[in-house]
């Protein structure tokens, strides 16, 4: 079992950035691949970024945040992060992380279904 708590969200002025974080806990956490996805309101759940439990592979990230993100893991923290810069209001949402025993290509890692653990999300507000 993988547990993930979300953290960082919250308002932020159009043009500003936010770090989220994801903290998992369990035996293999680290070996996870971690997905980041958002819905918002009325919206289906899409696709943000996703890193290799490792961080040694080059990670994925959406069309829609593509140079506005950067994610990361620390292993030794059994952490997850996602940096978002040049926030636009359109990144208004509830982002959650995910665990994945594996890192595939991005085609694969976009998909919610394939992920085996889930946070509770975290509110990201831009404001224009």
């Known amino acids: 079992q993988v547990q993930l708590v979300e953290s960082g969200g919250g308002l932020v002025q159009a043009g500003g950035s936010l770090r989220l974080s994801c903290a998992a806990s369990?035996?293999?956490?680290?070996?996870?691949?971690v997905g980041w996805f958002r819905q918002a309101p009325g919206k289906d759940r899409e696709f943000v970024a996703a890193?290799?439990?490792?961080?040694?592979?080059?990670?994925h990230d959406a069309d829609s945040v593509n140079g506005r993100v950067i994610v990361s893991v620390d292993n030794p923290r059994n952490m997850a992060n996602l940096q978002m810069n040049s926030l636009k209001p359109e990144d208004t949402a509830v982002y959650y992380c995910?665990?994945?025993?594996?890192?595939?290509?991005?085609?694969?890692?976009?998909?919610?279904?394939?992920?085996?653990?889930w946070g509770e999300g975290t509110q990201v507000t831009v404001s224009a």
């Open positions: 995910a665990a994945d025993r594996r890192f595939g290509p991005i085609a694969l890692m976009a998909s919610s279904l394939r992920y085996d653990y």
């Open positions: 369990g035996r293999t956490a680290s070996s996870y691949a």
């Open positions: 890193i290799s439990g490792g961080g040694d592979t080059t990670p």
